[in-house]
């Protein structure tokens, strides 16, 4: 037996198809989100060079998303951001959609350049501190 973290499913045939890490899945409003699906429909955008889909801790749903968008040209995050809100609601169910957008100029990136959520969640939980202080 294999224990990796990841979540998916495996098919009649034997097949293992993967959805996400299990520490990234989002519960909202007793709804899963796999963040890679969100991020994917948001990287189909030509005008978005990276992304990342985070959750939110909320009282009253649990959790809710957050998207952070590094957009490949800088200056017109008003326009993306109606574009990918439009995209999301053609591509996604209601409930995955993005509750939050936060445009970012880079992300963090570990040295394999990959994404660091975790720096990103402690972004979040410090503008949390700030609105409550």
């Known amino acids: 037996m294999l224990h990796t ?5 495996l098919d009649a045939e034997g097949w293992i198809y993967l959805a996400d890490r299990s520490s990234e899945l989002i ?4 709804s899963n989100i796999y963040p890679a699906e969100v991020e ?8 978005v060079a990276a992304c990342a889909l985070i959750g939110k801790p909320d009282l009253r749903l649990g ?8 957009p490949a040209r800088p200056g017109a995050e ?7 809100g439009a995209l999301c609601e053609q591509s996604l169910a209601r409930y ?20 660091v959520k975790p720096v990103l ?9 700030k609105q409550e202080a």
């Open 27 to 30: 519960l909202r409003g007793g």
């Open 40 to 47: 994917r429909v948001l990287h189909d955008h030509p005008e």
């Open 96 to 115: 995955k959609m993005p509750d939050e957008w936060i445009f970012v100029a880079e992300f963090p990136r570990n040295a394999m350049g990959k994404i």
């Open 78 to 84: 008003d326009r993306l951001r109606a574009e990918l």
């Open 121 to 129: 969640r402690a972004r979040l939980a410090e503008q949390a501190e």
């Open 63 to 70: 959790m809710r998303t957050v998207a952070f968008v590094q």
């Open 5 to 9: 973290s990841d979540m998916g499913s």
